[in-house]
């Protein structure tokens, strides 16, 4: 264990009575999601008044019980804070909201190594974000595709990066797109309920599988207007899965307009495209809700649909 580790010191008492070690450390710990607890204690980062480590999150908690919970600090990150004018929908002490364009990559990783979204929140917050999980990443809660645009919540510290992905893990966050897809759907609204996996063929891509092999995935969608070979939608994800509008509205065979993956448009639709130079995915994250993870008060966030989507809706237009 290292000397910077965060020591907290846990009374469980009859409130915990039957509960699990890592429930009941959880409930304590509201800063502290259970699998960050779970993860702690099979690091041997609990221990008893005796100093006896605890190593089964299963086992149910010993009562009355003092247990020492030790988190270790996080580890810094390597990313560099670059000065990319982020357009902010919101921010306060505790989280901030960015309006992403489309072309910016959310976070790092191979061959993307700076100029992504992360990078210039840690330019912007200045080194206030969220380190849940012992790394200092700039408090991502979730991401959306680097040729997606619209909104996309960040955490400045832990208990709001908590919050938010309790709400994430719960589906209860609002958020909605709007999309433009080739064709009618029919029916004009519906759900899409099917679940999502690696494809087999292609394990850069995501595919609809057996239940069984991949993570429940529920999107709603309406038909807000019919365009030319084309329809503007909107789509409420139930779930929050990889590609899930992009997979589920193909899998429906009406797939996102530009989607270089997924689907690709016919005659006279693809024309439309390539004369706009259109080479994107036709989604847009224009509202996002939830309850703030601090304040508890509601938050409900619009953004415009970008210009190149505009435009091509305008073009479409019956």
């Known amino acids: 264990m290292q000397g910077d580790d965060n020591i907290l010191t846990v009374t469980l008492d009859d409130s915990a009575a039957g509960l699990r070690l890592d429930r009941a450390l959880a409930e304590a710990l509201p800063d502290l999601s259970r699998e960050r607890v779970k993860s702690l204690i099979k690091d041997g980062r609990v221990s008893d008044a005796s100093g006896t480590i605890l190593r089964e999150p299963s086992a149910k908690a010993a009562l009355p019980a003092t247990l020492e919970v030790r988190v270790p600090a996080a580890k810094p990150t390597h990313n560099v804070a670059q000065d990319m004018g982020l357009i ?79 709400q994430f893990a719960a589906h209860s966050i609002d958020r909605r797109y709007i999309a433009i897809v080739t064709g009618r759907p029919m029916p004009a609204s519906g759900t899409v309920d099917a679940a999502l996996g690696r494809s087999n063929t292609n394990r850069k891509k995501m595919a609809v599988v057996a239940a069984d092999r991949g993570k429940r995935a529920v999107t709603h969608y309406r038909t807000i207007e019919p365009l030319r070979h084309a329809s503007l939608i909107e789509c409420r994800l139930e779930t929050g899965r990889t590609h899930q509008v992009r997979v589920h509205m193909a899998h429906i065979g009406h797939p996102l307009a530009g989607d270089p993956v997924y689907g690709r448009a016919r005659k006279p639709l693809s024309e439309v495209l390539k004369a706009r130079n259109f080479v994107r995915q036709a989604l847009h994250a224009a509202h996002l809700g939830f309850i703030h993870p601090v304040t508890g008060n509601n938050i409900a966030l619009d953004s415009e649909i970008p210009p190149d989507m505009r435009e091509l809706i305008d073009e479409l237009r019956v």
Not at 101 to 129: E, I, R, S
């Open 88 to 166: 902010i929908a919101y921010e306060d002490e505790h989280l901030i909201v960015v309006d992403k364009p489309a072309g910016m990559v959310v976070h790092p990783a191979a061959g993307n190594f700076d100029g992504t979204m992360v990078n210039a929140l840690l330019h912007h917050c200045a080194g206030q974000l969220s380190g849940i999980g012992g790394i200092a990443r700039p408090g991502i809660v979730h991401r959306i595709d680097k040729d997606t645009s619209g909104l996309i919540v960040a955490a400045k510290h832990d208990r709001a990066h908590e919050g938010l992905a309790k």
